[in-house]
């Protein structure tokens, strides 16, 4: 890395996304769950009956991806989708009990990639972390 790019912010994310998305799928994979889904069972745990493009938008992902990936999940038995009872054009997307039953699962994955990533981290640190990254993530919305 040169003197230049190791003051740029964005390839060390993205290094480091890469190595937390390969403990996560590490662990993810024993549970037969892809990286890719975990954001979609929590996503629906709290909105259960969404639509398909409300997934796309709240997790910042093409619809055509939402869609190949909901095909998967629902061929797993991971999720199930219904026609809108006022629309019938539009599909909702609801987690099945076998979905439910992997969201405690993903958390402790998660708790465990946390609990390494922050490894010696104060919590001064660590909320000063959290607000850092917000602040990222809102400068890549607007």
Avoid: W, Y
């Amino acid at each position: 890395m040169s003197p230049a790019e190791s003051q740029l912010v964005h390839p060390k994310l993205a290094r480091l996304t890469r190595l937390a998305n390969i403990m996560d799928r590490e662990a993810l994979s024993a549970i037969q769950v892809s990286l890719g889904q975990p954001d979609i069972l929590l996503f629906l745990s709290e909105h259960d009956g969404a639509m398909q493009n409300d997934l796309a938008q709240a997790l910042s992902l093409r619809p055509a991806s939402v869609a190949v990936t909901l095909k998967r999940m629902e061929r797993c038995g991971l999720l199930h989708r219904e026609p809108d009872r006022l629309d019938l054009r539009v599909s909702r997307v609801f987690l099945s009990e076998k979905g439910k039953a992997l969201l405690a699962q993903i958390e402790s994955i998660r708790q465990q990639t946390d609990e390494r990533l922050l490894a010696g981290f104060t919590d001064e640190e660590k909320a000063q972390l959290d607000g850092l990254l917000s602040r990222m993530m809102d400068n890549l919305l607007q």
